[in-house]
């Protein structure tokens, strides 16, 4: 475990939960920061000895992986804030761009053929590294699916950089899940709320390795 990278969590509410517990049934070390650092506090004593609670800035100093576990327009505020930090950093999104509608449901609040994916790489600090990843089921089956027998559940990631494709597999493994890249960033749209590789898109569920073999298009590089 030694040699692989240093994990952040930044948000622990559904889906940064779900990311940590996970990584601590895999027995990956990680660090938790939440705005309100009480939060991350209880989550690490919860959790056990794997987790460490630290506060944001800490965190992302410390980190080589940062996973934004907090809204679409938050990450744009944190990228601006800890700009400097995040230099040289693995930034991992698994933001969807969505907010209520007047319907019980949710609308995209960017364009409907934006992707956050692609708005928030645009924005990376000098030197840091992005992946579209952890975002393509909703929190409550990422937490459910992690580990699932006797074949794991797909997360689809998307990243331009190859040279971060290994640590970022290593991260989704630990997570739980079997790790399927999709292309570069401009794939992000297909992961994301509404997309047809999300859960709450056309894909409509969680899937298998074997059953992405169904999913017309699923693997594009």
Known sequence: MSNKSKVAV????????AVATNLVKGGRPVIVANKEIQKANELAEKLGDLVTPMEVADAIKAADIIVFA???????????????????????????????DDNGGFKKIIGDKESAGEILSSLLPEGAKFVKALGSLGAGSLASAAFQQPEKAVLFYAADDKSIEGAIEDL??????????????????RMEVFGDLHEFGALGKTITLAETKQVEDAVTV
């Open 70 to 100: 907090v809204w679409f327009n938050t990450i744009q505020e944190l990228l601006d804030t800890y700009a400097t930090e995040l230099q040289g950093k693995i930034i991992v999104d698994p933001s969807n761009p969505i907010a209520p």
């Open 172 to 189: 989704i493994l630990d997570s739980g899940f079997e790790p399927i890249q999709i292309g570069g960033i401009n794939q992000s749209i």
């Open 10 to 17: 930044i948000g622990v509410g559904n889906i940064g939960t």
